[in-house]
């Protein structure tokens, strides 16, 4: 049964409690849809705002019957239990939606947690691909940056080189002008010295003339005088050789015996007088061609007349090595050390000789290394100077081709050594002729002529300052070069160490002995080598000679630490004094 919705503005009471509550239960016994069918229906009995009372008639008739039944009670219980179920299915549908919230809120958090985490995500990669991108970006612009600065340097490298070179070239075109020009004023001088000499020869003959003329009637008695005196003189001496000529003539005449072994005698006096000249003129051609020395060579061994031992192996071992008194850079020495083995045992081996070039800032021992493996090589040596063939002048050439004539007539062999070989083994025979004069051209021909072969016979080892200014043609022929640097803090210790025993604790020739002091030891000596950097070993000894020349100036026979100080710090101010 359905119990039908009053409004508000009816006129009717209300029906019991009782009647109510089973009305209720009725109405629980349907489901939502009836209920609003229900309110459909009402609404539609209200509608137009008419009230029907059909419905109400039926409604309380329903109330008495429901009040009648037995069966009120539990109608009444069902719409309780009905009504509490509508609150637990109200309530259940409240915690659902409830429920269905906080999924969707949970939901929406860990939607928003992924967001955020994919945002944070996407920001660490973009600012990765972004600090990657810039670290790219410097990197190229780290790279760009060194490759313009690396062409920046090639640039400055070959700007300075470009410079060098062409400084070098205007040294060296000033060099050679400045030659020029002391050989023009050398020219010029010779030229006035002549004319001055000339002119004082001519004035001190004029002067003489006129002394003659002055006493010519003194001197023409006095020769008349004397001319009498020695014709008178010669008269009576052809008159008693005529008289002593006679006798003997008379003499042999009567004995045939004597006038036979006069006869003799004079003949074999006349053959021993031509066979002497002839003897004596062959033996001068043979010792000029084989013993004579060039006017070029300052030394040579070839005037000895004491054979040489020096290939005798206890002889060998006895003498001292070429490196005793020589202090150079490990490297160099042991070099030069083979090369002088090589040299030494080529002519044993009947192989060709080596020509070196030695080269290295003045003092550095070329000079000295040279003369000492010539002496002692067991060869012979011979040493010049190319700055003796300037003076030389046009005769420099064939003088320098006699020499290496002289030098190939060795038989042992000859070390020739050359001195200052810049000075006429330079360049300059490609230029137009302002380079080098005739007579230089003509001397480093004859240089390049007799070392352009191998030769068993001569080694030419060359010295120089200055390699750069070497013509190529001469560089060709040197087979090995070695380079003389300045002595290192190890070497200057060695120099000065004996240096110091050979010129000043060893007594000199006449015994007088320098006292040294007892300051001056091996810790002096090696703050002296550090303090001493870039001084070559020539200079090095004359440091040494100046504490010796220091002592034998102060009147006193003791090197003091204070003496010894002052010394050193004076040398070290003025490093190219003598």
């Known amino acids: 049964m359905h119990w039908p919705k009053f409004g508000g503005g009816g006129g009717a009471s209300s029906p019991p409690s009782s009647g109510g509550g089973g009305g209720g239960a009725s ?7 009836d209920k609003n069918d229900k309110k459909d229906k009402n609404e539609a009995h209200f509608d137009g705002g008419r009230f029907d009372p059909d419905y109400l008639e039926r409604g309380a008739t329903a109330l008495k019957e429901i009040d009648a039944s037995k069966n009120a009670k539990w109608a009444f219980e069902l719409a309780t239990l009905e009504e509490k179920t509508r609150q637990i299915t109200g309530q259940k ?26 945002t944070i995500s996407h920001q660490a990669d973009q600012e990765r691909t972004t600090a990657q991108h810039k670290a790219e970006v410097e990197s190229a612009l780290q790279h760009r940056k060194l490759d313009y600065q690396k062409d920046q340097l090639d640039y400055q490298l070959k700007r300075e080189a470009d410079q060098f070179i062409q400084h070098e070239d205007y040294r060296v075109r000033n060099e050679l002008e400045m030659e020029e020009v002391r050989r023009e004023t050398i020219r010029f001088k010779a030229k006035m010295d002549r004319e001055v000499s ?19 009637e003194v001197r023409l008695r006095e020769m008349r005088a004397k001319s009498s005196e020695e014709r008178k003189t010669r008269l009576d001496a052809i008159e008693e050789v005529f008289t002593s000529l006679g006798s003997g003539m008379s003499a042999l005449y009567e004995d045939k015996a004597k006038t036979t072994a006069l006869i003799g005698g004079v003949t074999a006096l006349a053959l021993g007088v031509y066979s002497a000249r002839a003897g004596i003129k062959l033996a001068s051609t043979v010792i000029e061609r084989h013993l004579g020395r060039p006017p070029l060579v300052r030394e040579t061994s070839r005037w000895s007349m004491r054979p040489s031992i020096g290939w005798l192996p206890w002889a060998r071992g006895d003498s001292p090595g070429i490196f005793d008194k020589i202090v150079l850079e490990e490297s160099l020495s042991e070099r030069l050390q083979w090369t002088t083995n090589a040299l030494m045992n080529a002519q044993n081996n009947g192989t060709p000789f080596r020509h070196l070039l030695l080269h290295g800032d003045p003092g550095t021992g070329k000079t000295l290394f040279a003369r000492t493996l010539a002496r002692q090589s067991g060869l012979h040596y011979a040493i010049m100077s190319g700055g003796d063939l300037g003076p030389l002048g ?41 380079g080098m004069s005739e007579d230089a051209r003509n001397a480093l021909s004859v240089f390049l002529h007799h070392t352009g072969s191998e030769n068993p016979k001569l080694a030419v080892i060359l010295a120089t300052n200055l390699p750069s200014t070497l013509d190529r043609a001469v560089l060709d ?40 002091d007892e300051g001056i030891d ?37 090197l003091t630490l204070g003496l010894a100080e002052t010394v050193l710090s004076w040398r070290l101010d003025n490093p190219n004094d003598a």
Request: glycine share 8%.
């Open 27 to 33: 109405g629980s016994a349907g489901d939502k849809k």
């Open 93 to 118: 549908d409240i915690e659902n939606e409830k429920s269905q919230r906080m999924h969707f809120e949970q939901q929406l958090g860990s939607v928003q947690a992924d967001e955020s985490r994919k």
């Open 198 to 216: 000339l002119e004082a020869a001519k004035a001190q003959k004029a002067g003489d003339a006129q002394q003659e003329r002055e006493n010519i």
């Open 394 to 434: 046009k005769e420099g050439p064939n003088e320098l081709h006699k020499l290496f004539e002289w030098a190939n007539n060795s038989r042992t062999g000859l070390v020739l050594f050359i001195d200052e070989a810049e000075s006429f083994l330079r360049r300059g025979r490609s230029t137009d002729g302002r």
């Open 477 to 516: 022929r040197m087979d090995e070069a070695f380079e003389f640097q300045l002595p290192g803090e190890p070497q200057r210790l060695a120099m000065l160490q004996m240096f110091m025993d050979q010129y000043v604790r060893r007594p000199t020739k006449r015994n007088w002995n320098i006292q040294v």
């Open 522 to 558: 091996e810790k002096f000596i090696e703050k002296v080598a550090k303090r001493t950097d870039g001084l070559s070993g020539r200079q090095i000894a004359k440091l040494v000679l100046a504490f010796q020349s220091a002592v034998f100036g102060s009147g006193t026979r003791q």
